[in-house]
């Protein structure tokens, strides 16, 4: 099993940043994908930056510029740096990651974080 531990989210005021981590620990062969999505109140959750192995990443077009992601392949972690946070970036940030669980079973794992809150005042 998988295990995913997120932290750094609170509340910030308009044009603040903030950091989030995610750590991934438990029984797998490796991790392919690793992203972030929130869910503000009211709506679904949206993807907001995703990151593979290889280093690409991807972006929600309303944080793009504002918004990094990076990961630490050594700890099985990754990040979200957030700047210039609205109000409407407040929502419960998810961790997202896959990978290989087994590769001689050719099993595959999903897993979500259990959320952080995310809230911008204006």
């Known amino acids: 099993q998988v295990q995913l531990v997120e932290s750094g989210g609170g509340l910030v005021q308009t044009g603040g940043s903030l950091r989030l981590s995610c750590a991934a620990s438990?029984?797998?062969?490796?991790?392919?994908?690793m992203g972030w999505y929130r869910q503000a109140p009211g709506k679904e959750r949206e993807l907001v930056a995703t990151i593979t192995s290889g280093g690409a990443t991807n972006y929600a077009d309303s944080v793009k510029g504002r918004v990094t992601i990076s990961r630490e392949s050594a700890k099985n972690s990754v990040y979200l740096q957030m700047n210039s946070l609205k109000p409407e970036d407040t929502a419960v940030y998810y961790c997202?990651?896959?990978?290989?669980?087994?590769?001689?079973?050719?099993?595959?794992?999903?897993?979500w974080g259990q959320g952080t809150l995310v809230t911008v005042s204006s």
């Open positions: 997202n990651v896959r990978g290989v669980a087994d590769v001689f079973r050719n099993s595959h794992f999903e897993e």
């Open positions: 438990g029984k797998f062969f490796t991790i392919n994908f």
